[in-house]
Structure formats: structure tokens, C-alpha cells
């Protein structure tokens, strides 16, 4: 009787899951390079910008812009008065700054927030843009808003009532059953102070000072 080479089927056996292994484990591996190699080439780029608009006073405008493009970053700082002199003061940012300051404007809803109507034709306008380009993927947003202490910390709820085609008139059990939403917003309020931190303390005293000369001029 023939005795059946389970030693010899063992090892083929061993071996063919070791191939299989290996070529599941290259594919795989080959596959997570090649994601890497396509970040690493991939263009990224990431610009944020402030702009203030003045209605009344020496200062007409404001700028405040973060650019890194592809690990090179700088802040420029924007201030002009209302006779069309125009001051820009630039700062080579070192390090990961600016994706630091991309990260915590995230957090805060810089992809989320909505332009907000003027109050008054009087209020400060605040104007934020956003534009980033990373793995092939990009977009870019503006929104728009006055006042941001007042949507912090002021603004209050908002009502809605659903009046009867046939009774427009709403009656006091309509005004005591009205339906409310906060309409308060502190983020607004967070992305001015992101911009208006951001910087070394020089970047921070040149600021104060350019201000300061167009308020004397």
C-alpha cells in the first residue's frame, strides 16, 4: 500500500500561500508608494485672506493675507487711507505656521459660514476668502459680513410665524406658539481675532505702526 506524501503536500501547500502572500503584500505595498509618491508631487497650495472695509476714518482698508505654496509661506499685512496711499509690509513665515493657522480657521468655519447682510450702511465689512488646492482637489469661497461682535454676543433669536391665506392677521395664540432659532454666531467674531493674531511680535509692531503713521497723517 502507498502511503499518501503529506510532508511533500505540506510544503507545496506552504508554499503557495507564502506566493500568494508575498504578491497580495507587493500589490498592496506598491500601491500605498504610489499614493504617497502622487501626495508628495501634487501641488499644494493654501491662501487666506481678511479684508476690512472702512466707511468713515483715515483708514480705508485693510488686508490681512497667509499664503503657503508648497511649504513656502509668507503673511502680508495690507493698509491704505482714503487718498489712495497704499503700505504692504510682507513676512517670511518659518515652520508650519500658516497650515496651523489653515487648521484652527477650519475649526472655526471658515468653509461654513455665510455672508451675514449689513446692518447699517455705517458697520465696518468684514470679507473672507478662502482658496486651496491639495491632492489634485481644489476650491475657493467668499462670504462676507458686519459687525462680528454683534453676531457674537448681541444678536438674538429669530421668529417665524405661518400666516392663514384666509386670516392674515395672526391672532395671540399665533404670537404665543411662534417657532425660534438662535441667530447668534460667535464664529464670526473667532475668524477676525485667527487673522489679527496671527504673526511674530516684529510682524505685529510693524502693523501698529504703519496704522498708527496713516491715523497721524
Known amino acids: 500500500m502507498r502511503r499518501f506524501p503529506v510532508n511533500a503536500f505540506i510544503a507545496i501547500l506552504a508554499l503557495v ?31 487666506l485672506t481678511l479684508t476690512v472695509a472702512y466707511p468713515r476714518g483715515r483708514i480705508a482698508t485693510e488686508r490681512y493675507q497667509l499664503v503657503d505654496d508648497n511649504g513656502k509661506s509668507r503673511a502680508t499685512y495690507t493698509v491704505g487711507d482714503r ?8 513676512e517670511v513665515i518659518t515652520g508650519y505656521d500658516v497650515a496651523f493657522a489653515f487648521d484652527e480657521l477650519v475649526r472655526d ?3 461654513e459660514l455665510n455672508t451675514k447682510h449689513p446692518r447699517t450702511f455705517e458697520d465696518v465689512k468684514y470679507t473672507v476668502s ?85 491715523l497721524r497723517s
Do not use: C, M
Open 17 to 47: 500561500f507564502a506566493v500568494t502572500g508575498w504578491q497580495l503584500y507587493a500589490r498592496n505595498e506598491a500601491a500605498r508608494l504610489h499614493a504617497v509618491d502622487a501626495v508628495r508631487s501634487s501641488k499644494s497650495y493654501i491662501r
Open 109 to 111: 468655519g471658515i468653509w
Open 130 to 214: 478662502i482658496e486651496q488646492t491639495a491632492q489634485g482637489q481644489s476650491g475657493r469661497r467668499t462670504f462676507s459680513f458686519t459687525d462680528p461682535h454683534y453676531w457674537a454676543v448681541t444678536a438674538g433669536r429669530q421668529y417665524h410665524i405661518v400666516l392663514n391665506r384666509k386670516n392674515p392677521t395672526p391672532s395671540e395664540a399665533d404670537l404665543l406658539h411662534l417657532e425660534s432659532t438662535a441667530v447668534a454666531e460667535p464664529r464670526y467674531a473667532k475668524i477676525v481675532a485667527d487673522f489679527e493674531a496671527f504673526g511674530s511680535p516684529a510682524f505685529h509692531r510693524t502693523v501698529a505702526a504703519a496704522r498708527a503713521k496713516l
Open 83 to 90: 487718498t489712495g496711499t497704499i503700505a504692504t509690509f510682507d
